[in-house]
């Protein structure tokens, strides 16, 4: 699984500039799936939709109005213990079950050590990795990322009380304000314990968020990117070899092609598209690394073998006039937006040499929630039954047994908003999507929210439609072209028949304990995993950039 990556931005997908050559074999050799989708446009919610088979927001990890993913490893919120991963299921049919990479589903509940939300207590029984995930607070020098609007304001708060004490003491000195020292030092105690307060976590952003783990050991704090694509590497070729004699499940969650675009300098300058195409290019040799290793242990024939990426392509990543973030080809919108096409449609890529037809290509609507009993199928496991599963397996429509995707609907959420829903009405072909809402792009019709990290999902920032709009994605991809009663006569009936769909899956819903709610998202010191003794947290490990 790539971060970030967009649809566009793989040859297989039409790329013509970046050089995919690995990635666009693997399309060649499996199956390709064009209208692959992830259940949120954002890192947190969508991988642990990803892992669970089942909307993020049935197990608390969708926001309300606030934070949409975990801002610190010290957080308490995090994927419950009572989901079931992918994971978990097939460490119970006897896999090996290994994840190298972006975990960010949490880490730990109510100690530094309870581990609650760390992938070793989600079926994982191997980790190398980080609990976190990339952000520009890991490159120093980058400008701050980790909720820098917070940081800013209070940055400017501390400044303005400092004043206010400055002055205070010039005026008691020159006998302009009748107060005492003793006053003037409480005041100025009162703001250094504020500025000591909020900067104890943002003024360490990269030590405290920026770590990599193996198992449940922190090795490095904080980490060298420059050389993670060499760690990363070694790790999964490792793992396969250790276990090549026996049934295994390997995640490699890469952490390419995330801001802050780390490259290494093989691969910096030869790109057309700047330090995100190198990024994108190393990416695809990373891959085809791993690949080649399955090849090398005699396992190519009997790997099922998958890629994706979580969400769209960042289209607000910018460095001045530079693009920082991914393409999203042809559809509009990007990460962030859960309602448009480009916010969460992704490459969907499978391989099982004499199993799945190679070079075959699926146009049916398809979701990241089908993972979950797809694999679980292929493992010889059984789905829950006690709870909603959102995901179908994809092995009928893979295997060609099965015409269509079992999804019928689909329903795009942004936070725990409903922005979008599609219907696929296989009878006469069409795709209708219909939007609810929609994020108001600044500047003006740039397709994007410039000036903020990602368009928000409520709020004065979007926009309701009453009427929906509508829109025929089988004849209209792009979403250029909303239709309306006078251009299509079954406007109200398409309406009519999504809108009963969508008050069927809210029957589905139910109250959770949210896992992004302030009092879980906030950073907190006796949460902190550390290699030291705490606050006093180094360590590294050897290394291999190579």
Known sequence: MADDLGIGDLGCYGNRTLRTPNIDQLAEEGVRLTQHLAAAPLCTPSRSSFLTGRHSFRSGMEADDGYRALQWNAGSGGLPTNETTFARVLQQQGYATGLIGKWHQGVNCESRNDHCHHPLNHGFDYFYGMPFTLVNDCQPGRPPEVDAMTRSRLWQYTQMAALGVLTIAVGKTCGF??????????????????????????????????????????????????????????????????????????????????????????????????????????????????????????????????????????????????????????????????????????????????????????????????????VVQLGGGHVPQDRVIDGHSLVPLLQGTAEHSAHEFLFHYCGKYLHAARW????????????????????????????????PCSGDGVTQHSPPLLFDLSRDPSEAWPLAPSSEPRYHAVVARVGEAVEQHRRTLSPVPPQFSLSNIIWKPWLQPCCGTFPLCMCGQDRDPQ
């Open 177 to 374: 304000i009748s107060v005492s020292w003793k006053g003037v030092l409480g005041a100025a105690s009162l703001v250094f314990l504020f500025f000591v307060s909020w900067y104890a976590s943002f003024g360490f952003v990269r030590r405290w968020n920026c770590i990599l783990m193996r198992d449940h050991d922190v090795i490095e704090q904080p980490m060298v990117l420059e050389s993670m694509a060499g760690h990363m590497l070694r790790e999964a070729v490792s793992y396969i070899e250790r276990n090549k004699h026996r049934p295994f499940l390997l995640f490699v969650s890469l952490l390419h092609v995330h801001i802050p675009l780390v490259t290494t300098k093989r691969f910096l300058g030869k790109s057309q598209h700047g330090l995100y195409g190198d990024n994108v290019e190393e990416m695809d040799w990373l891959v085809g690394e791993i690949l080649k290793a399955l090849e090398v242990h005699g396992l190519k024939n009997m790997t099922f073998t998958y890629f994706t990426s979580d969400h769209g392509g960042h289209l607000e990543a910018r460095d001045g006039h530079s693009q920082l973030g991914g393409w999203n080809g042809i559809f509009r919108g990007g990460k962030g937006m859960g309602g448009w096409e480009g916010g969460i449609r992704v490459p969907g890529i499978f391989r099982w040499p004499g199993v799945l037809p190679a070079g075959r290509v699926i146009h049916e609507p398809t979701s990241l929630m089908d993972v979950f009993p797809t």
């Open 424 to 455: 696929h009405e296989k009878d006469s072909g069409r795709l209708w999507k219909v939007h609810y809402m929609t994020p108001q792009f600044h500047p003006k019709g740039t397709g994007a929210c410039y000036g903020q990290g990602v368009c």
